[in-house]
C-alpha cells in the first residue's frame, strides 16, 4: 500500500518567492496534519484537517503561511513570501479516524527538505 | 513554551546495553503518549505507546514506563542494537476530541558496537 506522498522532497528557494509543498495521504485516512521539523522546536504542528476541514491552525506561523485540502486525497501548504527561517523539513501526515486514542498511530510521508537562501 | 520536553539530545549506548529515553510533559490532562522512531531522510515511524490509565507498556526490547505523578515517560530499550540508532520523538495527545499530537525535540540515539 502507498503511504504518504509528498513532493517535492527538496526545494531550494530564494527568498521572498512563493513555495507550495503538496500532500496525498493514505486512502481512507480522513485526518491531515502538517508539521515541521527544526533542530530547535522539534516536530511543530502547523494545522490539522478533519475531513478536508481545518480543525486547528493555531500552529501557521503567521500569515505568509496557508493551506488548503480541496478533497480527500491532495492538500497543499504554501508559504508566500518565503524566509530562510522557513528553511526545515515539512512533514505530511495522515490517520484514520480516532487513531491517537486507539494508540493506533498518524503515518508520516518522507517530508519536503525546504531551503530558502 | 515546549508541552512536551526531551531535555537530552543526544545519548550514546554501547550495544546490547540497556538506553533509556526520556520525556517531561507539563499538561496533566494528556491522555495518551506515544514513541515515534526516525531514520535519516525518512519520516518518523510509530514505536510504541502507552495510555494514561496505565503505567508500563512492553513491545519485545521495548518498554515504555509512565510516571503520572512526576510527568515523566520513559522508553527502554534493550538489549540495544546498532540499528536502533535513530531520532526518538515522545508525543502526546491533548485532551478532548483530537488526534492532533504534540511531539518533543526528539533524542537521537548511537548504538555503537
Known amino acids: 500500500d502507498a503511504g504518504v506522498i509528498q513532493s517535492p522532497r527538496h526545494e531550494v528557494t530564494e527568498m521572498g518567492q512563493e513555495v507550495t509543498l503538496r500532500c496525498k495521504p493514505i486512502s481512507g485516512h480522513n485526518s491531515l496534519f502538517w508539521y515541521r521539523q527544526t533542530m530547535m522546536r522539534g516536530l511543530e504542528l502547523l494545522i490539522y484537517?478533519?475531513?478536508?476541514?481545518?480543525?486547528?491552525d493555531s500552529g501557521m506561523p503567521e500569515d505568509r503561511f496557508s493551506a488548503k485540502m480541496p478533497n480527500a486525497s491532495f492538500s497543499t501548504l504554501k508559504i508566500q513570501p518565503s524566509e530562510p527561517r522557513d528553511s526545515a523539513v515539512y512533514f505530511c501526515a495522515s490517520a484514520k479516524p480516532g487513531a491517537s486514542r486507539l494508540g493506533n498511530t498518524i503515518y508520516f510521508g518522507e517530508g519536503s527538505w525546504l531551503t530558502v537562501v | 513554551d515546549q508541552q512536551v520536553k526531551q531535555n537530552s539530545p543526544s545519548l550514546s549506548v554501547q550495544e546490547g546495553r540497556i538506553s533509556i529515553l526520556n520525556c517531561d510533559y507539563t499538561n496533566s490532562m494528556f491522555d495518551y503518549f506515544l514513541w515515534y522512531k526516525k531514520y535519516p531522510a525518512e519520516g518518523p515511524t510509530f514505536l510504541i505507546s502507552i495510555s494514561s490509565i496505565k503505567d508500563k507498556n512492553e513491545d519485545g526490547r521495548f518498554t515504555v514506563f509512565l510516571n503520572k505523578s512526576a510527568k515523566h515517560l520513559s522508553l527502554h530499550i534493550v538489549p540495544s542494537q546498532p540499528g536502533d540508532s535513530a531520532v526518538y520523538f515522545c508525543a502526546a495527545r491533548p485532551p478532548g476530541n483530537t488526534d492532533k499530537l504534540i511531539f518533543g525535540t526528539g533524542t537521537r540515539l548511537q548504538v555503537f558496537p
Open positions: 484537517f478533519n475531513n478536508n476541514v481545518p480543525i486547528d
